[in-house]
């Protein structure tokens, strides 16, 4: 359980401690931005945030269940549901997965609750900044602060795709070298984790739409731009998981097509090497019957060079075939 405080204004910061109702009720109304971070708490002390702040039970439902990324405008505050994405990494490759986690902000114009199920990256980033007094953060009202943690979290979507990237560059590199039945799993886990990043993305994307367009009343003017700026970013994430995905259906496609040539290849050795056999079969089963009891039956049985003629005739066989398949390039 942590529920912490952070009171700023133009000049300082300052820790609270009390996470009780009347604490809570208290940092609201103190001078400057006062901004909750809530991490693993208790149905409990989401009661007194929701009392503190006039919070729907809803909106704290849709940050406890896995419901897609939203923006919801109130009187009273803001409402932004986003997903942070990370790799989760396994021995290999095509055992990675997109490990996803929501993070719900509440804003009014003076003050930010953060909620995660979990401590995440961005929230803690955007966190430490304001904690070291960092100007840019300070003289800034709590809409630009949760435009800062939105940017973290859309950040962590480029360091996803851009190692998705990556992993797709190592692939086709191998299709090309050594293609192994491993090469075919890394594709699909790849598909797998593009498909997942692309759920958390393209949602995102329509549901910050509205902070951008300035619709959400506790957004000022003045911030609206920073918010298009993360809409971009993310318009150009949707647009690289699009590219990623076509580069792998091409890459898997690559594969399946060399596995293809492969088998063909085989296939035509052995087919040259059945129509090479095939005459000698037809020799050897001939001679093989060993009619010699009569003046129609095998009068060569009987010839002392019959046997070598036999084996020299089946050797320039399949050497002229042999050297046919060659010139003609099936071998």
């Known amino acids: 359980m942590t529920i912490r405080t952070l009171v700023y204004d133009g000049d300082t910061v300052e820790t609270k401690t ?46 406890q269940s896995n419901v897609s990324p939203k923006v ?35 804003f009014g114009h003076d003050w930010i609750v953060t909620i995660a199920i979990e401590e995440t990256g961005a929230v803690e980033t955007v966190w430490e900044r304001v904690r070291r007094e960092e100007p840019r953060l300070l003289h800034h009202d709590a809409d630009f602060t949760a435009y800062r943690v939105l940017d973290a979290v859309v950040d962590e979507y480029f360091a996803v795709l851009d190692e998705i990237g990556r992993d797709i560059e190592a692939v086709e590199d191998r299709i090309i070298d050594d293609p192994d039945t491993e090469t075919l799993e890394i594709l699909n886990s790849l598909r797998r984790e593009l498909l997942s990043i692309r759920r958390i993305v393209w949602p995102t994307r329509d ?38 995905r076509d580069l792998a259906s091409g890459a898997r496609d690559i594969y399946l097509n060399t596995l293809s040539q492969s088998t063909n290849e085989v296939m035509k050795r052995l087919t040259v090497v059945a129509t090479i056999i095939l005459p000698l079969t037809f020799v050897v089963g001939v001679y093989g019957m060993n009619f010699d009891g009569g003046p129609y039956n095998m009068p060569e049985l009987g010839w002392q060079f019959g046997y070598p003629a036999v084996l020299v005739g089946m050797a320039l066989t399949a050497s002229i075939m042999l050297w046919y398949f060659r010139s003609e390039d099936w071998l």
Request: no cysteine; proline share 2%.
């Open 18 to 63: 009390g996470t009780d109702a009347e604490s809570l009720r208290a940092a609201r109304v103190e001078a400057g931005t006062t901004w909750i971070r809530a991490s693993d708490v208790t149905e409990d002390e989401l009661a007194r945030l929701s009392a503190a702040f006039d919070l729907h039970a809803l909106e704290i439902e849709d940050v």
């Open 72 to 106: 919801e405008l109130f009187p009273e505050h803001t409402f932004v549901l986003v997903k942070t994405a990370s790799l989760r990494g396994g021995e290999t490759t095509f055992e990675e997965e997109i490990r996803d986690q929501p993070v719900g902000l509440f």
């Open 207 to 244: 549901a910050l739409s509205v902070l951008a367009r300035g619709d959400a009343e506790h957004v000022q003017e003045s911030t609206e731009k920073y918010y298009r700026d993360v809409y971009d970013h993310l318009v150009q994430h949707v647009d690289l998981v699009e590219t990623y």
